[in-house]
Nanobody, 125 residues
Framework: QVQVVESGGGLVQPGGSLRLSCAAS????????IGWFRRAPGKEREGVAC????????SYAASVKGRFTLSRDNAKNTVYLQMNSLKPEDTAVYYC??????????????????WGHGTQVTVSS
């Protein structure tokens, strides 16, 4: 059974850092596209970063580029999202999602059939 489980969220002050984890079970994530998404209160879901299964290419949303870093540990079957220089506007529930039908990942989120339950990130002083 394909599952992804997020962890690592919490409360952090502006300018701080957090590392989110997306642990995969039931499949080997290096053969699947993995995406990170977030939904802030009252806002639509936003794609944050993703890694493509075939090329390993990583894409970032403009709002997080230079601050967030996605990485993959195949041995642990886990994808990480390192978030630095956090801002109050980064406050959201962060979700991990996966797909293996497309050759490349995308930040729209419409092609991912498998989603985690999310982890809350709150950036506040």
């Amino acid at each position: 059974q394909v599952q992804v489980v997020e962890s690592g969220g919490g409360l952090v002050q502006p300018g701080g850092s957090l590392r989110l984890s997306c642990a995969a079970s039931g499949f080997y994530l290096d053969y699947w596209n993995i995406g990170w998404f977030r939904r802030a209160p009252g806002k639509e879901r936003e794609g944050v970063a993703c890694i493509s299964r075939s090329s390993g290419t990583i894409s970032y949303a403009a709002s997080v580029k230079g601050r967030f870093t996605l990485s993959r540990d195949n041995a642990k079957n886990t994808v990480y999202l390192q978030m630095n220089s956090l801002k109050p506007e980064d406050t959201a529930v962060y979700y991990c999602a996966t797909d293996r039908l497309l050759s490349s990942c995308d930040l729209q989120g419409t092609t991912y059939p498998y989603w985690g339950h999310g982890t809350q990130v709150t950036v506040s002083s």
